[in-house]
């Protein structure tokens, strides 16, 4: 199957799905599909509410493409590649409709950062949640403020230090990155349905203002979420992360 970015809309309900056959990691052609179909989205007078979800059944977001990753060679192309996530989780910022999360199964790296972004998220048991960047040599500087604005940074921390372990659904609930968690995709696509179908009955002109509500004090990102990728764009010119990333190869 190839890579897609879609949008479907049914019942006012606008459905952004992402698909990659490598369990969902997200390229630079991907991240840009996103970023502009969420904006699409946003503007679109027949969408009261917005669903972000991707395809299959096993992995959510396994974050950043490696494949991209290992072929960095100069720090312009390093910045560029890490400003994907930065795009899109600013996409979601200052998207005036609100947007559910359905996360079917685990997500890593970027990924937590995409879950993090969302305005109410919904998972199953299966939606364990992992920051590896420190073990490869870099680290989640970009998605960070989103992370850690929905969990806090004890939590943030205590994932990024712990790079290679995966936290349980549960656990992603009880610190705050769920709202819900269900024992099957069934569940969790009947849940998501009902409330999206509840919220676009909602006044829209009040939507959009709890919304920016909820994202008070983040305006800086526009800048802030850049400059982070700046720094991971240099740290993944290191001998140290070269080498980590020739086993991906």
């Given at each position: 199957?190839q890579?897609?970015v879609?949008?479907?809309?049914k019942?006012?309900?606008?459905y952004?799905?992402?698909?990659?056959p490598?369990?969902n990691?997200?390229?630079?052609?991907?991240?840009?599909?996103?970023?502009?179909?969420?904006?699409?989205a946003?503007?679109?007078?027949?969408?009261?509410?917005?669903?972000?979800?991707?395809?299959?059944?096993?992995?959510?977001?396994?974050?950043?493409s490696?494949?991209?990753l290992?072929?960095?060679?100069?720090?312009?192309?390093?910045?560029q590649?890490?400003?994907?996530f930065?795009?899109v989780?600013n996409?979601i910022?200052?998207?005036p409709?609100?947007?559910?999360?359905?996360?079917?199964?685990?997500?890593?790296g970027?990924?937590?950062?995409?879950?993090?972004?969302t305005?109410y998220?919904?998972?199953?048991?299966?939606?364990?949640?992992?920051?590896?960047?420190?073990?490869?040599g870099?680290?989640?500087?970009v998605?960070?403020?989103a992370?850690?604005?929905?969990?806090?940074?004890?939590?943030?921390?205590?994932?990024?230090?712990?790079?290679?372990?995966?936290?349980?659904?549960?656990?992603?609930?009880?610190?705050?990155?769920y709202?819900?968690?269900?024992?099957s995709?069934?569940?969790?696509?009947e849940?998501v349905k009902?409330?999206?179908t509840?919220?676009?009955?909602?006044?829209?002109?009040?939507?959009q203002?709890?919304?920016?509500v909820?994202?008070?004090?983040?305006?800086?990102?526009?800048?802030?979420?850049?400059?982070?990728?700046?720094?991971?764009?240099?740290?993944?010119?290191?001998?140290?992360?070269?080498?980590?990333?020739?086993?991906?190869?």
């Open positions: 199957m890579p897609y879609t949008l479907n809309i019942d006012e309900v606008g952004i799905e992402f698909f990659h490598e369990q990691a997200m390229p630079t052609e991907n991240l840009k599909k996103l970023e502009k179909t969420i904006v699409e946003g503007a679109n007078e027949v969408i009261k509410v917005i669903v972000l979800q991707s395809g299959g059944d096993r992995t959510f977001c396994a974050g950043a490696f494949k991209e290992v072929e960095i060679e100069n720090m312009e192309s390093g910045t590649f890490f400003s994907g930065a795009n989780i996409a910022r200052l998207c409709k609100l947007i559910i999360g359905r996360v079917q199964g685990k997500v890593v970027g990924g937590v950062g995409l879950v993090a972004a305005d998220c919904l998972a199953t048991q299966f939606a364990s949640i992992k920051l590896s960047e420190l073990s490869i870099i680290g989640p500087f998605i960070e403020p992370v850690s604005r929905k969990i806090g940074k004890a939590a943030m921390s205590q994932m990024t230090i712990n790079a290679e372990t995966f936290y349980g659904a549960q656990w992603a609930k009880e610190k705050g990155l709202a819900g968690v269900y024992d995709i069934e569940a969790l696509d849940t009902t409330l999206a509840k919220l676009s009955t909602y006044n829209p002109k009040a939507l203002q709890i919304k920016q909820f994202w008070e004090g983040t305006s800086h990102w526009d800048t802030l979420l850049l400059e982070r990728a700046k720094i991971s764009g240099k740290l993944v010119l290191s001998k140290f992360t070269k080498e980590r990333l020739k086993r991906f190869k």
